[in-house]
């Protein structure tokens, strides 16, 4: 007899919640939680799940549980936790009533304090940290695209060892690892481009190709890296460059950076950061969790941000511009609004 296929539920089954979901469904029981609008079409046209190079995975409506309420994940073994940031405390909020006493949950997020969030709200219950590696965008309703590539990372302890053994059988690349926290900052380094590709408006690789886009996020990665020693934070090394030689290589000129980080730049064409998606959709972004987080973090330590708070403040100003008004700045002018904001320390 086979063993029964753990119960897991996805709690903010938008882009990376629906890719997740859908790669797991052949190996587990899944309840697929988000917005109205978002389960309404799933229920319609089903799930369509496409990354370069191999074939589309899709799921017809009859095969897939969705959900609009955290009381759907009342019988789920492990409870993946995909929404945004600024929604991860009322996210637990909700769940609370509703988990079972030998529950898990998995925060599969951007930022830094999630785990810590949800540890605290949900007090007794095993509260994993997860790392998504790679950007997936919804290129139309129930088609999510998996873009860029690396393994998912997770806790690795006891408690993560069945979510560990789904993903794995799913086909997901995993790796538990022992400091995630480490993997998280690192992540934010990278996750700081999100806010820089979105305000470009171009394909992540045809933003990365360009030097003075790069310029751009080697200021971000630099205010980052002096706030991380600040705080005594070592980021885990997830490319073969190290993390404190990021910010040099990204100055490299175009062509010898081609030959020097190829991996950089094996990106699909079409992906775009998953900020982009949320300017595009007239959504919140997450740039307080990214940026916003370097900024909060510089000013413990007294250091200065500019570059950091710049790129916030034009987020913000991207949220609100009505559309078809938002900017797509170019490489050069974004580079040279940001050192000028470093300059007017």
């Known amino acids: 007899m086979s063993p029964t296929p753990p119960r897991i539920a996805i709690l903010g089954a938008g882009s990376i919640g629906c890719y997740l979901g859908g790669r797991l469904a052949p190996v587990a029981d899944i309840t697929l939680i ?5 389960m309404a079409v ?6 369509t799940l496409t990354t370069s190079g191999a074939s589309a995975h899709r799921l017809p409506p009859t095969a897939l549980r969705t959900a609009t309420h955290a009381d759907a994940a009342g019988d789920a073994d492990i409870v993946l936790v995909t929404v945004k940031s600024a929604d991860t405390l009322t996210a637990a909020r909700d769940l609370a009533p509703h988990l079972g006493a030998r529950t898990v949950v998995c925060s599969f997020q951007n930022g830094l304090r999630n785990t810590r969030l949800l540890r605290e709200a949900l007090p007794g219950h095993t509260v994993l940290a997860g790392m998504v590696p790679y950007n997936v965008v919804q290129t139309e309703p129930g088609h999510f695209h998996q873009g860029s590539g690396g393994p998912l990372m997770l806790d690795d302890t006891p408690a993560a060892r069945p979510l560990t053994a789904a993903l794995a059988e799913a086909g997901l690349a995993v790796r538990p690892h022992a400091d995630m926290r480490g993997v998280q900052h690192a992540k934010l380094l990278m996750n700081l481009n999100n806010a820089l590709n ?13 030097r003075a886009f790069r310029r751009c996020l080697a200021l971000c990665q630099s205010e980052a890296l002096a706030a991380f020693r600040a705080e005594g934070i070592t980021p885990v090394r997830l490319t073969p460059v190290p993390t404190a030689l990021t910010p040099h290589l990204l100055r490299l000129p175009d062509g010898l950076f081609r030959r020097v980080a190829r991996r950089t730049l094996a990106i699909d064409a079409h992906a775009r950061s998953s900020m982009w998606e949320d300017l595009e959709r007239g959504r919140a972004t997450e740039i307080d969790h990214l940026q916003g987080e370097i900024v909060a973090m510089a000013a413990r330590h007294s250091l200065p941000a500019p570059v950091s708070a710049r790129v916030v403040r034009l987020v913000h100003e991207a949220e609100t511009a009505p559309p078809g008004i938002r900017r797509a700045w170019t490489g050069p002018d974004l580079l040279s609004e940001l050192t000028s904001a470093r300059r007017s320390l």
């Open 198 to 210: 979105a305000l470009s408006g171009q394909p992540l690789r045809h933003q990365l190709a360009q």
């Open 42 to 47: 799933l229920r319609d046209k089903g799930l």
């Open 34 to 38: 988000g917005r109205p609008a978002g």
